[in-house]
């Protein structure tokens, strides 16, 4: 027991400061929820479990189930999770910053709520977002269902929705709310919350810049399949690259461009 005593007296402090680092606690969470999000989705994709969305997008879009409660839960969870895979990595950076800041404010002394309660007010947006995917999806599959779409019109309107997507990246609020989302700082310079309920709210404020920065490419999922592993890789990377990349915003704009280009050949093919 004496001899047990000083390495307990050295593990404390370590074990204490580990548990009150919010940013060490940030990136361990932000880094499991990553794993376990595109775990669920690989799995998904792959038609593990009893349930699987099987979309595959408005080119020949299939008629899999019929919807109840317990499907509609089902399909807004794959949404709120697929949302988050998508979405963390492009918004680790200005989550890490809040937890820089938040360890900050402690060390002078000021009271400052966690950065995973602004996290959590980010994915609120998200799943905001993510219900009404599920709505869009029900919608899609019964018209699909009572047969008043056809495949080749399908893929005409999946082309316009890539249109659309692609001329949107050029549109004033795209660049507002890019900008935003690149650009942080001053956001949270000028409204930095002292309490967590505050803390939820900012998050989710910022988490509708991101919703206003990157719905359309979301809305593309419809059209590539919403249970397509790669498509949604391919489009969080995008995301990613928006936000985080040198030139991200040129990257926004190429990727515009690249987005008519295929709805305009989706549409006349």
């Not at 929820?33 to 792959?46: E, I, K, N, S």
């Not at 609120?124 to 599920?134: G, N, P």
């Amino acid at each position: 027991m004496l001899q047990e005593a000083p390495a307990q007296a050295k593990t404390r402090p370590l074990l204490t400061r580990a548990l009150t680092n919010d940013r060490a606690l940030t990136i361990a969470a932000l880094v499991l929820m990553l794993v376990l999000a595109w775990a669920y989705l690989a799995a998904m994709a792959a038609g593990m479990g009893d349930f699987a969305s099987g979309m595959d997008g408005l080119i020949g879009y299939p008629v899999l189930y019929l919807w109840d409660a317990r499907i509609f839960l089902l399909s807004l969870a794959m949404w709120g999770i697929m949302m988050a895979g998508m979405m963390l990595p492009g918004a680790a950076p200005t989550i890490l910053l809040f937890a820089a800041i938040t360890m900050h404010q402690r060390e002078a002394g000021n009271a400052s709520p966690s950065a995973l309660v602004f996290a959590a007010g980010y994915l609120a947006a998200w799943a905001a977002f993510s219900l009404l995917c599920v709505f869009g999806q029900w919608g899609l599959q019964e018209v699909f269902a009572a047969e008043l779409l056809s495949p080749a019109a399908g893929a005409r309107i999946g082309g316009g929705v890539f249109v659309l997507a692609g001329l949107y990246q050029f549109t004033p609020l795209k660049r507002r709310c890019l900008s935003h989302c690149r650009s942080p700082l001053q956001f949270l310079a000028g409204r930095w919350p002292r309490r967590s309920f505050a803390a939820f709210g900012v998050g989710a404020h910022h988490g509708l810049y991101c919703v206003g920065c990157c719905w359309p490419a979301m809305a593309l999922l419809f059209v590539g399949g919403v249970m397509n592993f790669l498509w949604a890789a391919a489009l969080a990377a995008l995301v990613l690259a928006e936000k985080a990349a040198p030139r991200g915003e040129w990257v926004a704009r190429i990727a515009g461009a690249g987005f008519v280009a295929a709805g305009a050949w989706l549409s006349i093919a």
